[in-house]
């Protein structure tokens, strides 16, 4: 019997091409607009390390030694960059597709013949990658890296236990590559050794149940870490060049406004917040299921009307608040809904479930990871912790579909809903992905608007900007006075990195400059002028959207500048409101009647 012969068959293959034609759609926008438009804060920031990653070390984040030297072998060519992301995101999750498919279809004996099936499982989880466009630049920056690495080790494991159940010792090389990657993960993100080893020690817990031998991976995944740290010695920079100034940054940064217990306490409070957002999402599938109770047994398709009308209610909710939309202003609505899934999902599959024991296994240990990694990649950053979670979500939608197909099919209320929901959350990842991908590039005028590039702009010359956009950038480069390649000094308070690029300067310190943080902003000034001023008749251009706070005037004051005097404000009438430019009343290279005052 072949797959396209029986109804399973058919319906594999339906959600095979559907899981495919949403990756086709997602994958072939973000090719088309790679080389338009620039995003604000977190992309102009990422552009400035990776354009410098050799000259200024002081960063908490050590992902401009990965991806640095890969921009300098593009030319600096920031389509590309956006092209290297997206095709990682799609071999990463392809690969964690196909190892979870083809480890879940051992446990899944009455799954249909043939291949279809797999491909099926396999396509949504790649189409669940879109995710990663919801919130996040274009242009990769260190939540890739654990992201994307945290289901790469995900993925080695479920190969593992494939071969575990065929009763074949695990492959050396996984060994190695999972050492590999964890070292990415670590220099990327140092923050996250903790979850990483908590990650490890859950995966070496779960092979073991599966009756392989986990200390057998041990001296590959050694080697694996040993071959990272030789990589990035002979082709990169040498260890003593970058951990020093990446130690220093991060006791910074860990001894100011991120320190652990206020972390840990945000983490609690923004897991609380989306967790009721969750459930109030839930709701209306909730009184769907309350009302068939009072409807007549034998009403037609009972159970299916009561699960589609369920979930197409909390859909609609959903929608009402947001959910679709991509935005960093908008992750809870949209992370929300996609926990609103899983909840819908494990709840479903607990009904089903209802009195049949629970035992330790190394099946149960995948679905636990599944469900707990998108959390601990998540791990060591200031964000909420749903925020950097929901990038994972192509390991929750794999749950999901586990959940799903834990039994052969019938169709009861608790069946359609979990179906149901896990749809819904494909479509959410993939709606909000696109919807990402169409804010980042444009807005509306992505496909009728006229497109520019920025006047004498070497750091932009590979992406065009709306034409509106390009031309409020060039006036305010000529009526500042910047010319092309002068590479002048530049502070961005207030998170506006994408300035320092798109005025050509280079950036002090690091390029974050935070809006709140100002004493990490303080120590990068500190650093700068700890031989003295280094900038002479030519101060640092500054870009505000702020006044300076009293601990950055005093790092000023370090660096022999009284910034309240000695600064003026040349903001050129082509700024966009908010914001400011400032130079020093001594400094020549920026004219002084840019906004018509000395």
Known sequence: MTTRGTAGGRIAVATAVAGTAATVTWSALAVLVSGRGLGAGNEGFYLLAYGRWHEDRRT??????????????????????????????????????????????????????????????????????????????????????????????????????????????????????????????????????????????????????????????????????????LAVQVLVDPWSQILPPLRQQ?????????????????????????????????????????????????????????????????????????????????????????????????????????????????????????????????????????????????????????????????????????????TLGVTISVVVGVDGLVHEAGGAGLLTGAWAHVDGSSELASIALPASEADTYSRMRSDLGITPGSHRPMLAFGELAQYVLILGGRPIGEAWYSSYDDGLNAADLRAACRHGNPWGDQQPLVVANRDPSATELAAWRVCGVDFSTEYRDVTPPAAPDGVRVLRWAGDTAVRPDAAGSP
């Open 60 to 229: 908490f984040t050590g992902a401009q030694y990965l991806y640095g030297p890969l921009f300098d072998l593009l030319g600096h060519d920031i389509g590309g960059l956006r092209l290297l992301r997206l095709t990682s995101i799609l071999v990463v999750h392809l690969v964690l597709g196909i190892a979870f498919a083809r480890w879940l279809r051992a446990h899944r004996p009455w799954a249909p013949r043939g291949s279809s099936w797999e491909y099926a499982v396999a396509s949504l989880v790649t189409a669940s990658g879109a995710i990663l466009y919801g919130w996040l630049p274009r242009t990769p920056g260190y939540n890739d890296v654990t992201v994307l690495g945290s289901e790469l080790l995900v993925a080695l494991m479920l190969v593992s236990l494939r071969a575990a159940d065929r009763d074949r010792d695990v492959p050396l090389l996984v060994g190695a590559a999972i050492g590999f990657v964890a070292g990415a993960m670590v220099l990327a993100k140092p923050p996250s050794a903790v979850s990483l080893v908590v990650i490890l020690i859950a995966s070496a817990f779960t092979l073991h149940l599966a009756g392989a031998r986990p200390l057998r991976l041990a001296l590959p995944m050694v080697a694996g870490v040993v071959m990272f740290a």
């Open 250 to 422: 991060i006791s910074i940064v860990s001894g100011s406004t991120h320190s652990p217990l206020e972390v840990v306490t945000w983490y609690a409070e923004s897991s609380l917040e989306v967790l009721a957002a969750a459930l109030v999402l839930c709701a209306p599938t909730a009184i769907a299921v309350v009302i068939a109770r009072f409807l007549p047994t034998t009403l037609p398709g009972r159970h299916a009307t009561v699960g589609v009308v369920g979930v197409a209610a909390s859909a609609a909710l959903l929608a009402s608040v947001g959910g679709f939309r991509s935005g960093a202003g908008n992750v809870l609505a949209f992370a929300s809904g996609i926990a609103a899934c899983v909840l819908l999902v494990l709840t479903s599959s607990a009904v089903r479930r209802l009195r049949k024991p629970v035992r330790v296994s190394s099946y149960a240990m995948v679905l636990v990871l599944l469900g707990i990694v998108p959390l601990l990649q998540g791990v060591g950053t200031n964000n909420a912790l749903y925020a950097t979670a929901v990038n994972g979500a192509g390991l929750w939608i794999a749950l999901t579909i586990a959940l799903v197909t834990a039994r052969p099919w019938r169709a009861t209320t608790a069946s359609v809903i979990a179906l149901g929901a896990t």
